[in-house]
């Protein structure tokens, strides 16, 4: 993401902490998204559309939320080749997120482990930037994206007010999303997956329902409303969770977030440290997860793939596990750039042999 490739940046970028070289790769590409120097990480988006939730997305591929979490950097990953991007998670006010050091790599298995704890600068500045950038201000046939947007709660909201703090974050976005998702899974804020939970989840959602029938009243558009779950989940949660997505009239679901198991990496260093285990640890649990959803929700509920693709096999996975749409996080911190053009590929031979 330097102005080096990949395979040569990264030796330097895992030279250093990696939250340091986290920070250091967004600022590099704030700083040099919409000049000349983009080249050093633009590749050409491969064409594989397909309609999903009222919308067209131009691949099937997508950035996950939680890399851009205060939405700086749309343009540039807009110009990886990804179909769409997700930002965010974005909380009603700023915060600082939890305690450093707070992001760990585990390389022996492609992993990281973090416990950032929605670390944002806040709704406001996040609106901002998301005006700021150009492409959402393109057609899609003119270098455009979908652009989802990822809404959160505040750590020091008590967790019986945390629909105050979703309705916040959704009046705020929905102005300027192509769809919003509501994040109830990540470990890294105490409690916030108690709303996973029948009765929190049910009450959660009805609001979120009720204030988008009056936000498509008030702006003229219905925004599709995605919610994200943990791969943490068994099979009667995740049914529990399926029948209330769609009582509530959802738009799709993103399966899946960090996971609290170490079972994949017992031994390694960092393995233990509190926090979320995201990348290729993670494939078989999420994929658990899709299968469970697509058998639960029958085949036509939009589900977004996402943990543990470092590949454009484990991309075909998603999609043969029953998910729609996929997303990359953790490997593009492995690969670089080039592994959405690999996976868009990959999905679009995968869709052309069936």
């Not at 393109?138 to 979908?146: A, C, E």
């Not at 899974?185 to 009805?206: G, I």
């Not at 969770?241 to 996971?259: E, P, S």
């Not at 993670?282 to 977004?304: D, K, Y």
Request: glycine share 10%; net charge positive.
């Amino acid at each position: 993401m330097p102005l080096l490739p990949y395979p040569l940046a990264r030796p330097f970028l895992f030279h250093l902490d990696a939250e340091r070289a986290h920070d250091l790769t967004l600022a590099s590409l704030a700083r040099l998204q919409g000049t000349p120097l983009q080249w050093a990480w633009r590749s050409r988006r491969v064409d594989d559309p397909v309609e999903l939730a009222g919308l067209r997305f131009p691949n099937r591929v997508g950035l996950a939320a939680g890399l851009d979490k205060n939405a700086r950097c749309i343009d540039a990953f807009a110009g990886m080749g990804f179909g769409f991007v997700e930002v965010g998670t974005v909380t009603p006010l700023a915060q600082p997120g939890n305690a450093k050091p707070r992001m760990f790599r585990l390389p022996q298995a492609q992993a990281l482990v973090n416990r950032l704890g929605f670390n944002n600068e806040g709704l406001e500045a996040f609106v901002a930037n998301v005006q700021r950038s150009a492409v959402r201000r393109r057609s899609l046939h003119d270098g455009g994206i979908v652009l989802g947007l990822n809404i959160g709660k505040n750590a020091a909201t008590p967790i019986e007010d945390a629909t105050r703090d979703y309705l916040t974050g959704l009046e705020g976005v929905y102005p300027h999303a192509d769809y919003v998702t509501v994040n109830i899974s990540s470990p890294n804020t105490q409690n916030l997956r108690a709303l996973q939970s029948d009765e929190a989840l049910d009450a959660l959602l009805a609001a979120l329902a009720r204030r988008r029938a009056e936000l498509e009243q008030r702006h003229g558009r219905r925004v599709p409303l995605f919610v994200k779950i943990a791969p943490d989940l068994d099979e009667a949660q995740v049914r529990v969770i399926a029948a209330t997505l769609q009582r509530h009239g959802m738009d799709g679901v993103i399966a899946t977030n960090t996971t609290l198991s170490r079972d994949a990496v017992q031994g390694l260093p960092h393995a233990q440290e509190a926090g979320g285990l995201s990348g290729a640890p993670v494939l078989e649990a999420s994929n658990r997860v899709i299968r469970q959803l697509r058998a639960a929700l029958g085949p036509r509920f939009p589900i977004v793939g996402v943990g543990g693709v470092m590949s454009g096999p484990d991309a075909v996975s998603k999609i043969e596990a029953g998910a729609d749409l996929v997303q990359v996080y953790t490997g593009l911190i492995y690969r670089g750039p080039a592994l959405a053009g690999e996976a868009a590929y990959a999905l679009r031979a995968h869709g052309r042999r069936r």
